[in-house]
C-alpha cells in the first residue's frame, strides 16, 4: 500500500532552467495539494487539484509556476526560469475526499 | 483570513522532561480541523493527529496528549516523558472549509524545533 510518492526527492537546476516536480498520490486518491517550505519556515499552500482540474490556485505565484493533474500520470509542478528564491523543500499531499491529507517525502529543489 | 501561530521557536529540554508545544489558530469558520505534524531530521512530515472543531476532548495516544480549548483558540501538545527521537521541528496546521465542503488547503505555523538532550 504505497503512500504519496514524490520524485525526485532532491533536484539541483540553474537560474534560468525549468525544474518539473512529479507527485504520484495515493492510488485512489483524486485530490492533489502542492505545498513550499522555504528554508525555517513552516509549509505555505500553493495550489490544490482533482483530476484534470485546478480548485484553487491561491497560494501559487503568477508567474512562472504552473501545477496540473492529468488523467493519467501524476501531478506536476513546474516552474519555468528558476531564481535562487525559488530554491525550497515543495511537499505534495493526496486526499480520497479533500479531507484529510497523506503528504509525500518532499522534494528539495536548489537554484545554483 | 485563517493564522496559525506558534510563539516558541526552540525549544531544548533533558530526556525524561514532559515539554508543552503551544499552537494559537484563528479563524472565521464554525468547522475546522487542526492537526499537528513531526518534521524530523530526515524532512518528511509525519501526521501525528486531526481533531475537528465539534470535538473538544482530550486525545492522549501513548507519551503523546493533546489539548484542545475553543475558548482559548487553542490546541497544544504535550509530550510526556520526552526521549531524543523526539528531537524534530513540529507544525501545528488548520484547515478550512473549501469548495463543495470538502477541508482543502492547510494553513501551517512556522513550528517549534524540539531538540531533546540527553
Known amino acids: 500500500n504505497a503512500g504519496v510518492m514524490q520524485n525526485p526527492r532532491h533536484l539541483v537546476r540553474r537560474r534560468g532552467q525549468e525544474a518539473r516536480l512529479r507527485c504520484s498520490p495515493v492510488k485512489g486518491h483524486s485530490h492533489v495539494y502542492w505545498y513550499r517550505q522555504l528554508p525555517e519556515e513552516g509549509l505555505k499552500f500553493m495550489v490544490y487539484?482533482?483530476?484534470?482540474?485546478?480548485?484553487?490556485e491561491s497560494g501559487m505565484p503568477k508567474e512562472r509556476f504552473s501545477a496540473e493533474f492529468p488523467k493519467e500520470g501524476p501531478s506536476i509542478l513546474r516552474i519555468q526560469q528558476v531564481v535562487r528564491g525559488d530554491s525550497a523543500a515543495y511537499f505534495c499531499?493526496?486526499?480520497?475526499?479533500?479531507?484529510?491529507?497523506?503528504f509525500g517525502p518532499g522534494t528539495r529543489l536548489t537554484v545554483l | 483570513a485563517q493564522k496559525v501561530t506558534q510563539a516558541q521557536t526552540e525549544i531544548s529540554v533533558v530526556e525524561k522532561e514532559d515539554v508543552t508545544l503551544d499552537c494559537v489558530y484563528e479563524t472565521r469558520d464554525t468547522t475546522y480541523y487542526l492537526f499537528w505534524y513531526k518534521q524530523p531530521p530526515s524532512g518528511e512530515l509525519v501526521f501525528l493527529i486531526r481533531?475537528?472543531?465539534?470535538?473538544?476532548q482530550n486525545e492522549i495516544s501513548g507519551r503523546y496528549s493533546w489539548n484542545f480549548q475553543k475558548s482559548t483558540s487553542s490546541f497544544n501538545f504535550t509530550i510526556t516523558a520526552s526521549q531524543v527521537v523526539d528531537s524534530a521541528v513540529y507544525f501545528c496546521a488548520l484547515s478550512e472549509p473549501g469548495v463543495a465542503g470538502a477541508n482543502s488547503k492547510l494553513t501551517f505555523g512556522k513550528g517549534i524545533t524540539l531538540s531533546v538532550r540527553p
Open positions: 487539484l482533482q483530476k484534470e482540474n485546478i480548485i484553487d
Open positions: 499531499a493526496s486526499s480520497p475526499t479533500g479531507d484529510e491529507q497523506f
Open positions: 481533531r475537528n472543531s465539534f470535538d473538544e
